[in-house]
Each structure stands twice: as structure tokens, then as C-alpha cells.
């Protein structure tokens, strides 16, 4: 099934298209994605479990950016390190087989403000912030809204985690984190 995003968005170009409201009626109820019970648990395992982002090695979103994030050197064998690239959601940054990373825009950067960009109908590529710490969006307020763009963001991190492990946590990210927990109070990552 596809995201609820994006099935607002076919809902809102049918009906603007005029095509029949019997039509529009039944693609409102078209089942969107809902994570399973294994993927549920492969996000808290990551989330909630041993990836708290006190516990990971940190990684600055510079390095993360250098060369579209290949792994360490020294940590992989040349062959292994050409097949691989890393990407970061939520701050916590994976490491995947390269092809699995489709969108090379994706690659080397925090995905969170993109993501939070897409899901509110926003320009991805004009005001394209490449990752940078001054564009992390307020998760906890994301969180609090309640109105599916936190979901968006961590169906986008049960995406790549099917095929990734986590090797970090973006130093920056957890900065801005921890002044909005300054602010506020309460955990690092208020989903949790």
C-alpha cells in the first residue's frame, strides 16, 4: 500500500480533475502502509533499544556529506566500501548497500527536513537544504501535531532499516535535540 501522503495527494488530484465522486469516494478508502509487527519491532530495536542516541558514535553531518558518505576508511576493504553509502533519518545515520539508497539525493544527508518537506506538499529540490543542521525541523512539535508527518518520516527510516544498520548519531541532530529538550523538558527523542 502507498503512504497516506501519498494518497492524499491522488485523492486531491482526483477531485480536482472532476473524476467521478463514486471514484474519489473509493480511493479515500484505500488502505495506506501500516508498519507490520516485525518492522514495529525492528524500529524500536533501533529506536528504543540499543540505538538511544546517547549510546551511538557520534558523526557530523560534514562527514556524513563527504563523499556522499562512504564508510570510514580502514573499515571496509575498498571493493566493500564502493557497494555501500549512508544516509540519516531522525538524526540516527545507516548504513546500506548503495543500491539500495534509490535516490541519489538521498545519499550523504539527514533526510528528516526533506521528508517533513514532501509530506507538506513542499518544493523537495528548490529550497533544498542538502541536510543542514539549520534546517532540522521540531520533532517534538512534529510529534504533538499528531497529524502523520512523524509517521511519514519513520515510514522512511522502516524503509531503509529493512536493508541497514546504524552506525551513529548526527552530532548536530542531537544538538538541536537537546536544546529543544532544554526548552521543554522530557526525553531526547519525544516519541519515544
Not at 479515500?28 to 533499544?49: D, F, I
Request: glycine share 10%; charged share 25%.
Amino acid at each position: 500500500p502507498c503512504s497516506a501522503r501519498y494518497l492524499r495527494v491522488l485523492v486531491q488530484g482526483a477531485r480536482e480533475a472532476g473524476i467521478d465522486a463514486k471514484y474519489v469516494k473509493r480511493l479515500e478508502t484505500r488502505p495506506t502502509y501500516q508498519p507490520s509487527e516485525a518492522t514495529l519491532a525492528r524500529r524500536a530495536s533501533v529506536l528504543g533499544g540499543g540505538g538511544a542516541p546517547e549510546s551511538l558514535p557520534v558523526i557530523t553531518v560534514a562527514a556524513l556529506r563527504a563523499g556522499w558518505a562512504d564508510p570510514p576508511r580502514g573499515a571496509y576493504s575498498p571493493e566493500e566500501a564502493k557497494g555501500l553509502a549512508r544516509t540519516a533519518i531522525l538524526g540516527y545515520v545507516l548504513e546500506l548497500p548503495r543500491d539500495k539508497v534509490r535516490f541519489s539525493s538521498h545519499r550523504g544527508r539527514d533526510l528528516t527536513a526533506r521528508q517533513s518537506r514532501q509530506w507538506r506538499g513542499l518544493s523537495l529540490d528548490a529550497d533544498d537544504d542538502f541536510g543542514a543542521p539549520t534546517a532540522f525541523p521540531d520533532v517534538a512539535a512534529m510529534a504533538s501535531r499528531k497529524d502523520g508527518e512523524l509517521a511519514f518520516i519513520l515510514n522512511w527510516m522502516d524503509h531503509y532499516l529493512q536493508n541497514a544498520k546504524v552506525v551513529g548519531f548526527l552530532a548536530e541532530f542531537r544538538e538541536h535535540l537537546e536544546r529543544g529538550r532544554e526548552s521543554e523538558g522530557g526525553p531526547l527523542l519525544p516519541f519515544l
